[in-house]
């Protein structure tokens, strides 16, 4: 398809578990972002890949949140030992940066439960 | 650093009433605005950036930058408005963007 895809859209685990989310950008984006979408908090910023630059990890929650991006292109956000306030939506969304314009494009989220 | 806030988290008016969602920023340098929408059951997608100084589905947004506003702002509202709205801002070139944290708008029949 022509938009950001992501897996899975829906993910149960156990408190303690990792998650792996994985974000297909749309093919020759070089920015990919991801965020996490959560009841009063909005939308939150957890990391920007932009090329081949260091990614900016400043939103990142804890040390148990990590995100790579292969090959410039699929991103996998990994959470190791899930808790109960890790349960929200996250959003991956990628942009073409065309002079600074930024239009990003979102996929549909990847809604996670710890229980 | 980039700062957004929308200080509405809830905002509901009559169909046909003005509506005016508020987004105040905080950027040292100069910045790209955008209003981003998410319907029910749909992706978040981009309203309006001001760079185009456009005007889409009836809304406006304009930068002050003298306020370090960018409120969006549609003269007679409809129900099909009814959605989240985020205000987001970008430093120029290729910078992260950061968003607030959301206005849901309601439009009453």
């Known amino acids: 398809g022509a938009g950001v895809s992501q897996s899975p859209s829906n993910k149960v685990t156990e408190k303690g578990k990792d998650v792996e989310l994985r974000c297909d950008p749309i093919?020759?984006?070089?920015?990919l972002y991801w965020y996490r979408q959560s009841l009063g908090q909005g939308l939150e910023f957890l990391i920007y890949?932009?090329?081949?630059?260091?990614?900016?990890k400043s939103g990142l929650p804890s040390d148990r949140f990590s995100a790579e991006r292969t090959g410039g292109s699929v991103s996998t956000l990994t959470i190791q030992r899930t808790q109960q306030e890790d349960s929200a939506v996250y959003l991956c969304?990628?942009?073409?940066?065309?002079?600074?314009?930024?239009?990003?494009?979102f996929g549909q989220g990847t809604r996670l439960t710890v229980v | 650093a980039q700062r957004v806030t929308q200080p509405e988290k809830l905002l509901s008016v009559f169909k046909g009433a003005p509506v005016e969602l508020k987004c105040n920023y905080s950027y040292s340098g100069s910045p790209e605005l955008f209003w981003y929408v998410q319907y029910s059951r749909q992706r978040l997608q981009l309203l309006l950036r001001?760079?185009s100084r456009e005007s889409i589905k009836g809304f406006t947004a304009d930068l002050n930058k003298g306020e370090t506003s960018f409120h969006l702002k549609k003269p007679f509202a409809q129900e099909e408005d009814s959605a989240m709205y985020y205000c987001a801002l970008s430093g120029r070139g290729a910078q992260k963007l950061v968003f607030g944290q959301g206005t849901r708008l309601t439009i009453n029949p």
């Open positions: 001001h760079i």
């Open positions: 093919s020759g984006h070089t920015a």
């Open positions: 890949f932009q090329g081949n630059s260091a990614p900016d």
């Open positions: 969304a990628s942009s073409l940066e065309t002079r600074g314009v930024t239009e990003a494009f």
